[in-house]
Nanobody
Framework: VQLQASGGGLVQAGGSLRLACVAS????????VGWFRQAPGKEREFVAA????????RYADSVKGRFTISRDNTKNTVYLQMYNLRPEDTAVYYC???????????????WGQGTLVTVSS
């Protein structure tokens, strides 16, 4: 499974960005997908995750109410819509996949290369 994340960039505080994660696998609908981020000097942390059918989602407390994860299995794509961005959201964002039906924030097997999000104050 190969994952390609895109959509990062430079945005002012309060702005929005939408990240996309495209998977190369035909059975994408059998994979839960998560977004993680790693800020400079910090450990990677969980951001959001979505179940195989998209009905169940999970968010880190720091992004609840500001970020929305969704998926389009016909396009093998998961999105992370980010609103009201803050400077502390600055990080490299990674998408990851795991062959499991339920939503999960752990033990992902496949990782994309990351896309940089920079939020200026």
């Amino acid at each position: 499974v190969q994952l390609q994340a895109s959509g990062g960039g430079l945005v002012q505080a309060g702005g929005s960005l939408r990240l996309a994660c495209v998977a190369s696998v035909r059975t994408f609908s059998m994979y839960a997908v998560g977004w993680f981020r790693q800020a400079p000097g910090k450990e990677r942390e969980f951001v959001a995750a979505i179940s195989v059918g998209g009905r169940t989602t999970r968010y880190a407390d720091s992004v609840k109410g500001r970020f929305t994860i969704s998926r389009d299995n016909t396009k093998n794509t998961v999105y992370l819509q980010m609103y009201n961005l803050r400077p502390e959201d600055t990080a490299v964002y990674y998408c990851a996949a795991r062959r499991i039906e339920v939503v999960t924030s752990t033990n992902y097997d496949y990782w994309g290369q990351g896309t940089l999000v920079t939020v200026s104050s």
